[in-house]
């Protein structure tokens, strides 16, 4: 936010994206309270009614606008700027790579910075060849400390709600992520809505269980995240649309069911979606019927640093397409290119520019 303000004292226009239109709204309020009068900021997103769209676009383009924030509506080939010169991008992980280049593109010598608590493996690629610089906050004393990982199987479900129950009897809530909205055929896993209708009648029929995934409409959506923030939902079920922007200082419980079917990245930010309150211990469980997938989920539960899951995520899978889009495998080469290589190949053309100057 500073480095926006900074870009205005500069003459230049500054963009935030994010990817979904909570955290968005997260990142206009804190601007608007930082900043009062300082920095004239708008928010874009797909629900901006069009009148009010048409506006924002258009003083934009004049540059009447010093800092837009918004998700992918940004990217819409009618939003120009007057003299863009700052692009931050939040939680780097959940956009493509034409995305981030889509806004890049919007302005010539534009300044980037790239936010995310787990790096992309493509992002640390670029880090270790010397085309991102690296900056790195030191998370705050306790925070992630406090929470416990476990990796569980079908037989430990009952046991999981039966926690839940005395849990929340104590004053504290609960997340319970799927990875799919319904039940796909052909797909055994755990859908947000049939898990709903399961808890509400059976296991959690005496607390007050809320349903959220991302195709809601935002009003409804906004509601259900209001109610649970308000301590008037005691379980939220749902899908990784909670996977970033979410802080809830009650919530201690997080259970990621089918939990082999998400990216280490991404059960990483579910994880820290509790243990924000650092005197509530929390819990993350991570639920599989697959015990070989046993070995993966062990790596997130024995590592808290963000950093050092997406480098085990990355030496999995590699460390992305170099001459493609791809941010993740070996892409269109077919070579799982490692850090090891990509240090030392960085180390020899270094050594080879020294020797031609």
């Known amino acids: 936010m500073l480095t926006c303000l900074f870009a205005k004292k500069c003459n230049r226009q500054s963009a935030i994206m994010a990817p979904t239109e909570i955290l968005a709204r997260q990142h206009y309020r804190t601007a608007q309270t930082l900043f009062m009068n300082e920095l004239n900021t708008e928010l874009l997103t797909s629900s901006t009614p069009a009148a009010e769209k048409k506006r924002i676009i258009e003083a934009l383009k004049r540059g009447e606008v010093d800092l837009i924030i918004g998700t992918h509506a940004v990217l819409n080939d009618k939003v120009q700027f007057d003299n863009l010169g700052l692009i931050v991008i939040d939680e780097l ?197 697959k015990a070989a997938e046993n070995v993966r989920l062990e790596a997130l539960k024995d590592n808290c640093d963000g950093f050092r899951i997406a480098e085990i995520d990355a030496d999995i899978r590699g460390y992305g397409d170099f001459l493609g889009i791809n941010q993740s495998g070996g892409g269109n080469l077919n070579i799982n290119i490692d850090k090891k290589l990509i240090v030392e190949s960085k180390r020899i053309a270094d050594g080879l520019m020294e020797e031609g100057e």
Request: aromatic share 8%.
């Open 93 to 289: 992980h959940r956009f493509g790579v034409r995305q981030k280049s889509k806004l890049e593109d919007k302005a010539q010598g534009v300044d980037v910075i790239v936010m995310s608590a787990t790096p992309i493996p493509r992002a640390l690629a670029l880090s270790f060849y010397g085309d991102l610089d690296m900056s790195s906050l030191e998370p705050r004393a306790g925070t992630g400390s406090n929470i416990s990982t476990f990796v569980m199987g079908d037989d430990k479900l009952k046991g999981l709600y039966k926690f839940i129950n005395e849990r929340v009897s104590y004053g504290e809530q609960a997340y319970i992520v799927c990875p799919l909205v319904e039940d796909s055929e052909g797909l055994e896993v755990f859908s947000a809505k049939m898990l709903y209708k399961q808890l509400v009648k059976k296991e959690l029929a005496d607390l007050r269980v809320g349903l959220v995934y991302g195709s809601m409409k935002d009003k409804e959506k906004s509601e259900i995240m209001s109610r649970f923030y308000a301590g008037d939902i005691d379980v939220l079920v749902a899908t990784s649309v909670i996977e970033v922007g979410i802080d809830s200082q009650r919530a201690s419980i997080m259970a990621v069911m089918d939990s082999d079917r998400f990216g280490l990245a991404a059960l990483h930010q579910l994880r820290g979606r509790v243990g924000r309150n650092p005197e509530i211990k929390s819990y993350c469980f991570l639920h599989t019927s």
